[in-house]
């Protein structure tokens, strides 16, 4: 069974830091992209982040760019997200999200999408 | 304010059929496949449709999905109880080169 499990969150104060793990079991964890989805309080879903099954291909929402790192470390199917520079509106619950293939496909992108989920870990962007 | 517009809310009584929309643009819906999310608080996100109409293994056929041209449905046929959650669509937008989400729709069984 595929299970996607999500910690790390918690509150921030503006300007801080927090780093997001998503534990993965169930499936060969690198032979899949993953991504970071996140929901903000009242609001819908945005795409925040991929990364592809080897790691070495990275993408990124314009509106974390510079400020979030995705990495993977395939050897303990652990996605992470290490998010610095905080704002308020990064206030959100995010979600880890497997993609059915083994990259994040730019050139097709209709072909990226999110088979399985997390329940998601909150993070709090307040002083 | 999304770029895929989807209604804020639909219902229906226990049984019914219950249909939700999404519109897009040419960049998104229009030449990319849609893809459905079903949402209910505390719980992981469940993919119910992809590529417009295709069901995941496990998602029961009273879920379908269609497209055309610049919009794309979600139909619940036989409405329970469970239903009664967060609908999303999403689609790729060629002109952004994004994942992009619709801003949701919450479904009530009345």
């Known amino acids: 069974e595929v299970q996607l499990v999500e910690s790390g969150g918690g509150l921030v104060q503006p300007g801080g830091s927090l780093r997001l793990s998503c534990s993965a079991s169930?499936?060969?964890?690198?032979?899949?992209?993953m991504s970071w989805v996140r929901q903000a309080p009242g609001k819908g879903l945005e795409w925040v982040s991929a990364?592809?099954?080897?790691?070495?291909?990275?993408y990124y929402a314009d509106s974390v760019k510079g400020r979030f790192t995705i990495s993977r470390d395939n050897s303990e199917n652990t996605l992470l997200l290490q998010m610095n520079s905080l704002r308020a509106e990064d206030t959100a619950v995010y979600f880890c999200?497997?993609?059915?293939?083994?990259?994040?496909?730019?050139?097709?992108?209709?072909?990226?999408?999110?088979?399985?989920w997390g329940q998601g870990t909150l993070v709090t962007v307040s002083s | 304010q999304s770029v895929l517009t989807q209604p804020p809310s639909a219902s229906g009584t226990p049984g019914q059929r219950v249909t939700i929309s999404c519109s897009g643009s040419s960049s998104n819906i229009g030449s990319n496949f849609v893809y459905w999310y079903q949402l209910l608080p505390g719980t992981a996100p469940k993919l119910l449709i992809y590529r417009n109409n295709q069901r995941p293994s496990g998602i029961p056929d009273r879920f379908s999905g269609s497209k055309s041209g610049t919009s794309a449905s979600l139909a619940i046929r036989g409405l329970r109880s469970e239903d009664e959650s967060d609908y999303y669509c999403a689609a790729w937008d060629d002109r952004l080169s994004v994942h992009l989400f619709g801003g949701g729709t919450k479904v009530t069984v009345l």
């Open positions: 169930g499936f060969t964890f690198s032979s899949h992209a």
């Open positions: 999200a497997r993609l059915p293939r083994p990259s994040y496909d730019i050139l097709a992108g209709y072909n990226n999408y999110f088979d399985y």
């Open positions: 990364i592809s099954g080897s790691g070495g291909s990275t």
